[in-house]
């Protein structure tokens, strides 16, 4: 959105409404670099960014560790998602089936674990099943909630599609299976990808439930660091791992974004325009 | 699965059923207030606060929830900031979802046709009233469906706060896991709760989505 052009809020603003635009302009800078002077100060008051409290991060112990705490959380973050996309899948089938009981039995499975919260299911698994194997807990609990939301966005992309061509491919002779496998769902998997992603996104921040359930992933790494270290540098410590999640959040949805605009070079160009 | 009717099970599950609600009603109320002031900066015609309600979002959005718990949890008291740990959990949970609301707002704002805008300013309507009988009206039914999952996804974040010294379901289920009642007994009426949360936010909206429907 440009400023020099009408937005659904907005006309084209004349000479005096960019004076107005501009002054807001600078007030807000001004609030702005005000507000990030009065953080970084109150930091620097209280004495964290001294060098006895950044200490620690010279070790090398302590930087292995660093390391160690996000490929724990990667480690969990791949599982999960091969677990949530393989139960998706199984869901959605189960979904979209032709036999009742089977449609009943996987849409209640799905609501039921839509309506979970992540943290409950993972603490009951720890609690009950994985007592010793806290990432098993994680990724079996990142799983099957991930994977049931999974499935809505599958079923969702699948109904999507036309209907016209499956009908069209019934009358052709084809068979339920080559239905899905030869129309529906190569027609389906480009529009659904971007939210596909996004629910993989999700999961990559939900491993950090891991924390409470003693897994040693990035967080609980930090809070090791944090409670062992001279000084207690919470403060630096979380100055160090908060960029490290946000960077692997954002490569995620960059990908998304890269394959979102990969499929609008296609020829399914549908629609899209009227935005 | 009698196990809420032993000892004073069930008055600790009803006050771990009411630290849960009222953690997402606050919460609900400060991410929909900080929600819309941050989606007003990010379609304003000002570049300099749109740059920072999308730094903003973009931040937040992709931190962990569990990260903010321990951010209000243990980086605030090193500055000196002494907050209960039910206030740092309402804002926490606020901060997390209100990035979520902004992200709701903006996009329902952007599915109003231009067209409508235009041909409100055609008959002579201020900014004041286009917004208000023209663009938020349609915005808001187009809203209403993502701002359900993203308020019904609120108590359910809830459950985090549990773990950073705030008392609601997610503790009942700590307390009589430590007490070692089975796991799945608590585990029934922990899930018998959630599903009575969400179903009855989803009843309301989708009422409300009755009562604001159009036809077109």
């Known amino acids: 959105m440009n400023s020099r052009s009408a937005s659904v809020l907005y006309d084209v603003p004349g000479p005096r409404a960019r004076l107005r635009y501009r002054l807001a302009g600078a007030l807000g800078a001004l609030g702005i670099a005000a507000l990030l002077w009065w953080i970084v100060s109150t930091l620097s008051d209280k004495g964290q960014f001294d060098a006895r409290l950044w200490e620690s991060f010279e070790y090398n112990a302590v930087q292995q560790r660093i390391l160690d705490g996000a490929l724990a959380t990667l480690k969990a973050f791949g599982l999960a998602a091969v677990g949530s996309l393989v139960l998706g899948v199984l869901f959605a089938v189960g979904r979209l089936s032709d036999h009742r009981p089977v449609r009943a039995v996987c849409t209640a499975v799905v609501q039921f674990f839509r309506a979970m919260p992540l943290l409950i299911m993972i603490f009951a698994l720890y609690a009950a099943v994985f007592t010793a194997e806290p990432m098993w807990a994680l990724v079996v609990g990142l799983s099957v909630y991930n994977g049931a939301v999974q499935a809505e966005i599958i079923r969702s992309g699948i109904n999507a599609v036309p209907r016209g061509q499956g009908e069209a491919a019934y009358a052709l002779g084809l068979r339920k299976t080559q239905v899905m496998t030869l129309l529906l769902v190569p027609q389906s998997v480009r529009a659904m990808l971007p939210a596909i992603i996004g629910q993989l996104v999700v999961t990559l921040k939900d491993t950090s439930l891991g924390y409470i359930i003693t897994y040693p992933e990035l967080l609980f790494v930090g809070k090791w660091i944090a409670s062992n270290s001279d000084g207690y540098p919470y403060i630096p410590v979380l100055l160090v791992i908060t960029p490290i999640y946000i960077a692997m959040c954002l490569a995620l949805s960059g990908l998304a974004r890269w394959i979102e605009s990969r499929g609008r070079r296609g020829a399914n160009r549908r629609g899209a325009a009227a935005a | ?216």
Not at chain 2, 9 to 20: A, E, I, K, P, Q
């Open chain 2, 1 to 216: 699965m009698g196990i809420l009717f032993e000892k004073d099970n069930f008055s600790l599950f009803v006050r771990g059923f009411v630290g849960t609600i009222e953690l997402s009603a606050l919460s609900a109320l400060f991410a929909l207030l900080l929600g819309i002031m941050l989606a007003a900066f990010r379609v304003s015609p000002v570049p300099v606060l749109r740059a920072f309600g999308t730094a903003w979002v973009t931040v937040f959005r992709n931190t962990p929830l569990t990260l903010l718990f321990f951010v209000v949890t243990f980086m605030l008291p090193r500055l000196d900031v002494h907050i209960s740990s039910f206030t740092a959990a309402v804002a926490a949970l606020s901060v997390y979802t209100g990035s979520f609301v902004c992200e709701v707002l903006r996009a329902g704002i952007n599915t109003v046709p231009l067209g409508q805008a235009e041909a409100a300013r055609s008959l002579g309507m201020g900014f004041g009233q286009t917004l208000g009988l023209v663009v938020l009206p349609q915005a808001g039914r187009a809203v209403i469906a993502p701002l359900g999952s993203v308020f019904i996804a609120l108590p359910r974040n809830s459950a985090v706060a549990g773990a950073f010294n705030v008392f609601e379901l997610f503790s009942v289920q700590k307390t009589w896991s430590e007490d070692s009642y089975p796991i799945f007994a608590s585990f029934f009426w922990l899930a018998l709760a959630y599903l009575a949360i969400g179903f009855s936010i989803s009843s309301v909206l989708s009422l409300l989505e009755r009562r604001m429907a159009v036809a077109r």
